[in-house]
Every structure is written in C-alpha cells, then in structure tokens.
C-alpha cells in the first residue's frame, strides 16, 4: 500500500518531467515504494513500543504515588493524582487509555473517582469522535434521570454523590453497549489485575502492622477497611475496602487471570500472572469470605471442564491448580484453625467479636416484602442512594440483583438487566465460541448474589472485565 508521500512523488515525475522521464525513474520509483512498505512494520513495532513505555511509566508514577501516601505515610493532595490521571489520559492512545482505566478499578477505593471518572468519561467519548451508537447514552442516562426522580424525597443528597454515580454508569455501559469496537482487552484485564494485586498487597501491609496473618487465617480479624481495624482517619484517603470486596476483586482477578493464560500472549505475561494468581488467592482467603471459598472452586471447575482438551495452556493450568492443592494441604495441615474458622463462616452467623447476625435469606426476604407494600415501589424503585433512608432498614442488601428492583423497580429491571447481557446475548451467537472466555463474567455475576452492585459505585466497574474477556473470543476466532 503506497502511502502519501510515494504518491505525491509518482504525480511529480510523470506530469512535470512527463511520460518519457516517469519511465525513466519507474524502477527507481518502485524500488522507493518497496523500501516504504518495508519500513512501515517496523516504524509500527516502534511506535507500540513506544505507547508501552508510556502506560508502564504512567501506572509506575500511579503506584509510586499510592506507595508513598499509603506505605510511608506522606500526605499527598486528592488533585494530584487527579492531574495525574487526566495528563495519562490525554497522551495515552486510546486503547492504552482504557487499560489504564481498568487498573484504576480496583484503586478507585482510594482515589478520587468523583473526579477521575467524570474526566476519564469525557475524554473517552472526544477520543472516539463521535463513533458511538446511541444506547451507550441513552441506557444510563435514562437511569441517573430515574435517580434524580426518586431522591426529590432524599433531604441528603449530595451533588458530587450524584455526579460520582452518574460517571460510573455512563463509563459502565460506555463498554458494555459498545458493540463494534475493539480494544486491547489482554492488555485491559492483565492491568486490571495489576491493580487488584497491589490494592491487596497494600492493605494487607498496612493492616499487618496491628495484626498478624494468623489472626486473619483463624477468624479473629477480618482483612478490610484500614480505618476501622487500624485506627487511621476514614475522612483521609487511603486504599481501604471491606472484606467481600476485596474477596469480590480478587475472585475476578483471578479469573481473568486464568483466561489469559488461555489467550495468545508474550510467555513473559505468563510467567507474571501465575504468582499474581496465589497472591490474589492467598489474600482472598485472609478476608475469610465465604462467597469467595465457593466462587473459587467454581471458577476453578468450570475453567477445567471448559477446557477439556489437552493443550499446553490446560497443562499448566491443572498443574499450577494441582501445585496449589497440595501447598494447601501441607499448610492446612500446620494451621488446622484455618478449617475452623472457615467452618464457623459457614455454619455460624456470629463470626467474630462486635459482629452482628447477617442472615442474607432475612435481608432479602424483608426488602422483597417492602418493596411489595405499595405499587409505585414495586413499579420504579426507591432510588439507589436514598435506600437506607427510605427503607430504615439498619442493614445493607447483600444481593446485587435485587438491589437492582429495590433501585428501579421492575421497569428499571428489565431494561438495566437486558442492557447488561446484550454482550453475552452477542457472543452467544457467534458460531466460534469458547466458554472459558466466560469465567470472569461467571465470577463477577456469582459474587454480585452476595454484596451490593450499584452501591458503593465502583463495584460496577468489574462487570466491564467480564465483558472484556467476553470480547477475546471474538479475537481469538478472527485470528485463527
């Protein structure tokens, strides 16, 4: 393919030296046209080398940032990584830009989201010039208009709450809806589980500064908010999430990990997501969630019937889960109140000192009947924010789906869940599938069954990997 600068020179030779000296220069002409084409793999290698050095330098000053405030207790101001973040997205190429975005995910717990998000938002629709389809605006739109409905009898709502919320949904079903266009969706859950790795590794650390690892592994503490186990001001920004949030992250990370390994990718990714899988593995534990004891061994065993042939990637996916079992054997074997406690989880609803009783079945079944108490509820909702007020109910609805009816009600229901399996619905048909391809979306939907979706915000925002590693498959069958 000749390129503007070829043509141009070919249009100089034959009009202005004419026919007899563009027969002339014909060889020559050719001979620089080849050199052209030649060249324009290698300025291409050049050129993604370069954007790869630029996303590593900027999630380097992003990580180096959170160490420094988190780890070694300087204070660094909100807007700085908020300049930060918006500097990164203006010079990264878009691809980049939204695998940065994904790392951000996980982090967002210590972040100021309200503003990044927002930020991150309008730069993605000005990168895509236009080139979007019309649900991707008119699916969240229609819900944040829902929203503001219902809270006209919330007195306390507060505006940066609001437009926190609204960001995350319009980036939510910017990627869910969007149908025709392709990222870099390795490159996007490999960083999303980057992310999660050093928000676990972080609290963990500072955490383990009150607290031993034992004293996670038996029960007596939970691994989670750093504010209430260590005392340090919540008001302060720091990475901090409860434990069935951090088990939720870790679930997914896991799983996204586990399709990468499946996926065509530099060995040296490989090699690199192994450790990141028992690191999220080993920290998803210490939160002592039962969701995530279940939603691994589901994972684990749908991924293993999924791929059933016996490939290299299988290999050694069944030899790291057979490594795995046995190092958790010989470990069980030297800690057996590892057992006890997870047998408490599962047994008791009183796990540990100043926890109160969290039958889920309860919860649930006092929403359901007041949401059934008058039709306007049961019809539109009560709001995603003005919930606690509006119910008076102490505690939280620990079921993503429902939250979703108490939220908006039926008809809120049926078009935020259709909108949210239409990519599952598009996969389903494609005549090339591979199920494994489904593992994080299978992660992200279980572990919704037992914490919140829309609220806190951002635990929306893992539902966007699942989609992504959905859109691998359509990858790997047009690259066969």
Known sequence: MCTPGVWSRLFHTYYV???????????????????????????????????????????????????????????????????????????????????FLCMLFPLSCGLPGTYIYLIAYVILVIKRRGKLNAWQFIVPIAIIL????????????????????GSCLLILFFFVLDYPYKYEYKKALFLFSIGTCFMLIVILLVTLRDFTIENFLTGYARL???????????????????????????????????????????????????PMIAICALIGIMTVSRAFALGLAIIIGYYIISNLKVKKENLLVLMVVFIGLIGAYYFLQ?????????????????????????????????????????????????????????????????????????????????????????????????????FCFFTPLIAVVFFVQTIQFLNPFELMMPYIIGVFALQLNQFKAKTK
């Open 334 to 434: 030297q800690h057996p109140e590892v057992i006890k406690s997870f047998t408490k989880r599962f047994t008791s609803t009183k796990v540990a000192k100043n926890t109160i009783d969290d039958a889920r079945v309860e919860i649930i079944k006092d929403y359901w009947l007041f949401m059934n108490e008058k039709m306007f509820r049961f019809t539109f909702g009560i709001g995603t924010m003005p919930t606690e007020y509006m119910t008076g109910f102490i505690k939280a609805l620990h079921n993503g789906t429902e939250q979703i009816f108490v939220s908006y009600g039926v008809v809120g229901f049926v078009y935020i869940i259709c909108s949210l399996f239409t990519p599952v619905l598009v996969q389903l048909r494609r005549r090339s599938l591979s």
């Open 224 to 274: 989670g908010y750093v504010g209430e186990i260590t005392g340090i001001d919540k008001e302060a920004m720091r990475l901090s999430n409860n434990s069935n949030n951090l088990a939720y992250y870790a679930l997914v990370s896991i799983a996204s990990l586990l399709v990468l390994l499946k996926a065509k990718m530099n060995i040296l990714w490989k090699i690199i997501s192994l």
């Open 17 to 99: 030296k004419g026919k007899s000296g563009f027969e002339n220069n014909k060889v020559m002409g050719h001979a620089s046209m080849m050199k052209d084409i030649q060249s324009q793999p290698k300025s291409q290698a050049q050129h993604k080398r370069k954007n790869w050095i630029v996303l590593f330098l900027s999630c380097f000053a992003l990580l180096g940032l959170l160490v420094v405030r988190d780890l070694l207790d300087y204070s660094i101001h909100k807007f700085v990584f908020v300049a930060l973040c918006t500097f990164v997205f203006i010079i990264l190429p878009l691809e980049d830009m939204v695998a």
């Open 146 to 165: 829902q929203e503001i409905f219902l809270c006209f009898w919330y007195p306390e709502l507060e505006i940066a709450n609001l437009v926190h919320y």
